[in-house]
């Protein structure tokens, strides 16, 4: 009976006492969309699969979430691709390589650096349409934005 009545008492303590914790637990985001720019050079571009299959490859919507830290702005950024292939080209699956570059600029559009960086792709045989939706985080200083673009292949940025 004495360890029922101090079980209940140790698990009322521990739910108020975390109950009243303030801190989140993570950090507070807002929408950051309008400061995600893609030049309209770089929306859509036409790559060659592993085998060399022409894909058309554009940007079919981007979206970001931020949250500072630090001095720095942290972007949570959504693509959303579309992907097409020709099927009288080829139908067999094929693999793909999409590469983006990224400018991270700051308050002031001063370019203090980028990014480059890209994701892998399959089509299945007799598939002629994707729409991948790929994430990734980049960060800048506070009140900076960033410049998203397609490229035709990944390069080394430092």
């Known amino acids: 009976m ?58 079919n919507g981007v979206t970001a979430d931020c949250h500072n830290k630090k001095g720095m702005t942290v972007f949570n950024i959504g693509a959303g691709l579309k992907l097409s292939r020709d099927l009288q080209q080829r139908s067999d699956a094929q693999h793909v390589d999409v590469p983006f570059i990224a400018a991270l600029l700051d308050g002031d559009d001063n370019i203090v650096g980028h990014n480059s960086f890209g994701y892998s792709m399959a089509f299945g045989s007799n598939i002629d349409v994707l729409y991948p939706l790929n994430r990734f985080k980049l960060r800048v200083p506070e009140g900076g934005r960033v410049v998203l673009s397609l490229i035709t292949e990944r390069i080394e940025t430092q």
């Open 2 to 59: 004495r360890r029922s009545i101090f079980s209940a008492c140790v698990s009322a303590g521990l739910i108020v006492g975390l109950a009243g914790c303030t801190t989140p637990i993570s950090p507070k985001t807002y929408d950051c969309s309008a400061r995600v720019s893609v030049p309209e050079v770089g929306d859509r571009m036409v790559i060659a699969s592993k085998d060399g299959q022409d894909v058309a490859v554009r940007l």
